[in-house]
């Protein structure tokens, strides 16, 4: 006899049972694995696809070793739960993609029947990724009472710098000698510098002009003006994921955003070397709080020597900078930009390998 909710369920038809199992199984956000019994691929959801950099298609029915380094503490795991028959929960477990990627999972391995040899389904959660969730809601947070403050600023400042500049412009009228107009002039290029500065930090000021677009179209006229830019001494590589579809977005605005972090790249190579631009798509992931089926990425890698240590937690704050002649605002603009687009750039960066990911949610 079937109790009152299988009752419930028993009138669905067969398919639509199954069809919703997998739908759960596609938008789970944690990685699960299915191996049968001699460890080999049985299934692989779309979060697990990207976490293990290995598609369903090429995975299935290959030794799970040929996607992980299967070392010593994982295969005693694997073992442990088929030979005890009882799940095992592992926390921050190390575990390295042969493509050289390293995660620190929060591991739950649990047999499923058959009962002698279990097959095995693996949970993965990766605790990085957990931390960059809370790192990007509180660098939101410092950005939008940084915001705040400009915004006050610089209405302050604009007003009477305005006055400042018209009152210089009515004196150099009344000034004869071309020497004290020299100062006038002065008084006139600074305020006009200042205002461009204040402009600068509030920001692009124009709503978002969105429209259908892919995303090689941006990095493709980042490329071209790079090269051209910099005659020739640095060099733009490309390494595209072509299937990637269009989204909606503001490509001028998308354009700044890359060229803001080629250029600090130049800069950081003195100003010749190879600039590296990768596209890729990620699945099932949270941006700004909010889920996403699908995520464009696009890292900027740079060769230079790393961004100082002391200023990689202020980084995207206006102001922050080690050069002489930047104000420290291209990065806050480029993080304001991708925030407007639902977005985010992270920061990953060492000695002769800086990479700044832009990642866009794509909603179609
Ligand atoms: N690829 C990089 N490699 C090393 N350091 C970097 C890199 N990108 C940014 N930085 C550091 O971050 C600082 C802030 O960058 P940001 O673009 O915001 O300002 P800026 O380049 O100094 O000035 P502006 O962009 O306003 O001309 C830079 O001064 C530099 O020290
Ligand atoms: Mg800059």
Same mark, same amino acid.
């Given at each position: 006899?079937?109790?009152?909710?299988?009752?419930?369920?028993?009138?669905?038809?067969?398919?639509?049972?199954?069809?919703?199992?997998?739908?759960?199984?596609?938008?789970?956000?944690?990685?699960?694995?299915?191996?049968?019994?001699?460890?080999?691929?049985?299934?692989?959801?779309?979060?697990?696809?990207?976490?293990?950099?290995?598609?369903?298609? $090429?995975?299935? *029915?290959?030794?799970?070793?040929?996607?992980?380094?299967?070392?010593?503490?994982?295969?005693?795991?694997?073992?442990?739960?088929?030979?005890?028959?009882?799940?095992?929960?592992?926390?921050?477990?190390?575990?390295?993609?042969?493509?050289?990627?390293?995660?620190?999972?929060?591991?739950?391995?649990?047999?499923?029947?058959?009962?002698?040899?279990? $097959?095995?389904?693996?949970?993965?959660?990766?605790?990085?990724?957990?931390?960059?969730?809370?790192?990007?809601?509180?660098?939101?947070?410092?950005?939008?009472?940084?915001?705040?403050?400009?915004?006050?600023?610089?209405?302050?400042?604009?007003?009477?710098?305005?006055?400042?500049?018209?009152?210089?412009?009515?004196?150099? $009228?009344?000034?004869?000698?071309?020497?004290?107009?020299?100062?006038?002039?002065?008084?006139?290029?600074?305020?006009?510098?200042?205002?461009?500065?204040?402009?600068?930090?509030?920001?692009?000021?124009?709503?978002?002009?969105?429209?259908?677009?892919?995303?090689?179209?941006?990095?493709?006229?980042?490329?071209?003006?790079?090269?051209?830019?910099?005659?020739?001494?640095?060099?733009?590589?490309?390494?595209?994921?072509?299937?990637?579809?269009?989204?909606?977005?503001?490509?001028?605005?998308?354009?700044?955003?890359?060229?803001?972090?080629?250029?600090?790249? *130049?800069?950081?190579?003195?100003?010749?070397?190879?600039?590296?631009?990768?596209?890729?798509?990620?699945?099932?992931?949270?941006?700004?709080?909010?889920?996403?089926?699908?995520?464009?990425?696009?890292?900027?890698?740079?060769?230079?020597?790393?961004?100082?240590?002391?200023?990689?937690?202020?980084?995207?704050?206006?102001?922050?900078?080690?050069?002489?002649?930047?104000?420290?605002?291209?990065?806050?603009?480029?993080?304001?930009?991708?925030?407007?687009?639902? *977005?985010?750039?992270?920061?990953?960066?060492?000695? *002769?390998?800086?990479?700044?990911?832009?990642?866009?949610?794509?909603?179609?």
């Amino acid at each position: 006899m079937s109790s009152a909710g299988s009752q419930a369920l028993d009138h669905l038809p067969p398919q639509d049972g199954a069809g919703l199992e997998d739908a759960i199984f596609d938008a789970l956000a944690t990685a699960v694995v299915m191996l049968d019994p001699e460890w080999r691929v049985i299934s692989l959801n779309p979060a697990g696809q990207t976490m293990l950099e290995a598609s369903i298609e $090429r995975s299935r *029915g290959i030794p799970f070793e040929r996607l992980i380094d299967l070392d010593e503490s994982w295969r005693s795991l694997l073992m442990q739960v088929q030979s005890e028959h009882f799940a095992t929960v592992k926390r921050e477990m190390p575990m390295m993609l042969h493509s050289g990627a390293q995660y620190c999972v929060d591991l739950i391995i649990s047999p499923l029947p058959p009962t002698t040899k279990p $097959r095995l389904l693996l949970e993965l959660n990766p605790v990085d990724r957990l931390n960059a969730i809370s790192e990007d809601a509180h660098l939101r947070d410092a950005q939008a009472s940084m915001r705040k403050v400009i915004k006050g600023l610089a209405h302050e400042v604009k007003n009477p710098l305005g006055g400042i500049r018209g009152a210089a412009q009515l004196l150099a $009228r009344e000034l004869d000698d071309s020497k004290l107009t020299e100062y006038t002039d002065v008084i006139m290029e600074e305020a006009d510098r200042l205002r461009t500065l204040v402009d600068r930090m509030l920001g692009p000021r124009e709503r978002l002009a969105t429209r259908p677009m892919n995303i090689h179209e941006v990095l493709e006229r980042v490329r071209q003006l790079t090269e051209a830019e910099s005659d020739g001494a640095i060099e733009v590589e490309r390494d595209y994921d072509p299937s990637l579809p269009e989204f909606e977005a503001d490509p001028d605005q998308l354009t700044q955003v890359i060229l803001n972090i080629t250029r600090n790249a *130049g800069q950081a190579m003195s100003g010749q070397g190879t600039i590296t631009l990768r596209s890729r798509a990620r699945r099932q992931y949270t941006l700004a709080g909010k889920r996403h089926k699908l995520v464009c990425s696009v890292d900027i890698i740079d060769t230079g020597p790393g961004v100082p240590e002391a200023l990689l937690d202020q980084l995207f704050l206006p102001m922050v900078t080690s050069g002489t002649k930047g104000n420290g605002l291209g990065l806050s603009i480029a993080q304001m930009i991708a925030n407007r687009h639902g *977005g985010l750039i992270q920061c990953d960066s060492e000695p *002769g390998n800086t990479c700044f990911t832009l990642l866009l949610p794509m909603e179609t």
